[in-house]
């Protein structure tokens, strides 16, 4: 992310609005705003702060994710391969190894 408009898609896919930025990164809205109108530029510091916010945040939600899969299908390996703990291949070697394929 090194733009205004990296940030703007970033917060688009992770469904962040400028008001929940704000409060995440521990700036205020009308900061935020200034930004996206380009009023302002971030100082460096700010801006490794809201990478670092979003960074939780898009953690946070992938938690939230593999949670919420691990309930609906009663897999923890599912919530695992959300997580990031497998990638697709040892996915598939441990449902070949349960006979779930």
């Given at each position: 992310?090194?733009?205004i408009?990296?940030?703007?898609?970033?917060?688009?896919?992770?469904?962040?609005?400028?008001a929940?930025?704000?409060?995440?990164?521990?700036?205020?809205q009308?900061?935020?705003s200034?930004?996206?109108?380009?009023?302002?530029?971030?100082?460096?510091?700010?801006w490794?702060?809201?990478?670092?916010?979003?960074?939780?945040?898009?953690?946070?939600?992938?938690?939230?994710?593999?949670?919420?899969a691990?309930?609906?299908?009663?897999?923890?390996?599912?919530?695992?391969?959300?997580?990031?703990?497998?990638?697709?291949?040892?996915?598939?070697?441990?449902?070949?190894?349960?006979?779930?394929?």
């Amino acid at each position: 992310m090194n733009t205004i408009n990296d940030l703007k898609l970033l917060m688009e896919k992770l469904h962040v609005s400028k008001a929940r930025l704000a409060r995440l990164a521990g700036l205020t809205q009308a900061t935020i705003s200034r930004w996206f109108s380009g009023e302002r530029n971030p100082s460096l510091e700010n801006w490794n702060i809201v990478k670092k916010a979003l960074e939780i945040e898009a953690l946070r939600q992938r938690q939230e994710l593999a949670n919420e899969a691990e309930t609906l299908t009663g897999s923890r390996v599912v919530g695992d391969m959300i997580r990031g703990k497998y990638n697709e291949g040892e996915f598939d070697t441990l449902k070949a190894k349960r006979g779930q394929l």
